[in-house]
C-alpha cells in the first residue's frame, strides 16, 4: 500500500480515535433506526420520516470513517463485540416518551461533535487534511442536527 507519508505517532492516535469515532457513530446509527422503528404518538409521521434521512446520513458517516481508517493504514472493525467495546454512546432499551429520544439523540450527536472536533485537531498538528476535511463536514452536518433536534424539543 503507499505511504500516505504521515506522521506516524500522531496518525496512530488518529487512528486510534477515528476508531471510537466509528463504534460511536455506528451505535447512534443503530438508537436513530431504533427510534424509527419504536417512536409513537402524535408526532409519529414527522419523527419516524426524519429519522429516516438522520440514519441513511449516519451510515454514510460510518462508511467514510471505517473508509478513512482503513486508508490510514489501520483495520476497519465490523463486529458488534468491537463496535461496542469502542462505543461511547449508550444505547437503551425504552424512551420514556418522545421528547426523551430527541433529546438522547441531540446529546449523542454532540458528543461525536466533540470527539471528531478533537480528532480534527490532532488531524491538523500532522498536516492530516484528508481526515480534517472529512471531520469538518462531519462537524457540519452533526451541529446542524444538534440545531434542530434541540429546537423541536423546546
Ligand atoms: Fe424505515
Do not use: C
Not at 51 to 58: G, I, K
Not at 61 to 71: F, L, S
Not at 130 to 150: A, N, P, R, V, Y
Amino acid at each position: 500500500m503507499v505511504d500516505l507519508n504521515l506522521d506516524k505517532t500522531t496518525g496512530g492516535e488518529v487512528r486510534e480515535l477515528l476508531l471510537q469515532l466509528l463504534g460511536s457513530t455506528f451505535a447512534l446509527y443503530l438508537k436513530t433506526l431504533g427510534i424509527h422503528w419504536n417512536v409513537k404518538g402524535g408526532n409519529f409521521h414527522g419523527i419516524h420520516m426524519w429519522t429516516d434521512e438522520q440514519y441513511e446520513s449516519l451510515q454514510d458517516d460510518v462508511d467514510a470513517i471505517g473508509e478513512r481508517i482503513v486508508q490510514l493504514g489501520g483495520r476497519a472493525p465490523a463486529t458488534f463485540e468491537e463496535m461496542s467495546h469502542l462505543s461511547q454512546v449508550q444505547l437503551v432499551r425504552e424512551f420514556r416518551d418522545t421528547s426523551a429520544m430527541l433529546r438522547a439523540l441531540a446529546d449523542d450527536h454532540a458528543l461525536l461533535v466533540r470527539l471528531a472536533r478533537k480528532i480534527s485537531q490532532l488531524a491538523a498538528s500532522a498536516s492530516d487534511s484528508g481526515t480534517t476535511s472529512l471531520l469538518d463536514s462531519f462537524i457540519q452536518s452533526h451541529e446542524k442536527l444538534i440545531w434542530m433536534l434541540s429546537k423541536s424539543i423546546e
